[in-house]
């Protein structure tokens, strides 16, 4: 089985800075994708970005230039370094592991961590 823990979120002021982090345990050597995902109340859960195991990232647009994703496969960890936080970027951040092993797909998603920019 496999677990994604993630660190705690937390409050910031617009304009400021929050790292979060993902540690991913379990039976699986490498995870062909890791990403982050976010949802608010009311709306449906969407991308903020993604890296495979290569290291090529995508990013949503909204957040292009200002959010940082990077993973280290020797720890299974994957990290989302955001800058010049806005208060719609406020939500609810999902770590999650994407692919396919041994021809079975997975998709695994961590527990959420909140984050809330204030104005």
């Known amino acids: 089985q496999v677990q994604l823990v993630e660190s705690e979120g937390g409050l910031v002021q617009a304009g400021g800075s929050l790292r979060l982090s993902c540690a991913a345990s379990g039976s699986i050597f490498r995870f062909n994708f890791m990403g982050w995902y976010r949802q608010v109340p009311g709306k449906q859960r969407e991308l903020v970005a993604v890296?495979?195991?290569?290291?090529?990232?995508n990013y949503a647009d909204s957040v292009k230039g200002r959010f940082t994703i990077s993973r280290d496969n020797a720890k299974n960890t994957v990290s989302l370094e955001m800058n010049s936080l806005k208060p719609d970027d406020t939500a609810v951040y999902y770590c999650?592991?994407?692919?396919?092993?041994?021809?079975?797909?997975?998709?695994?998603w961590g527990q959420g961590t909140q984050v809330t920019v204030s104005s």
């Open positions: 890296i495979d195991s290569g290291g090529t990232a």
């Open positions: 999650n592991a994407r692919g396919v092993a041994a021809t079975r797909p997975y998709d695994y």
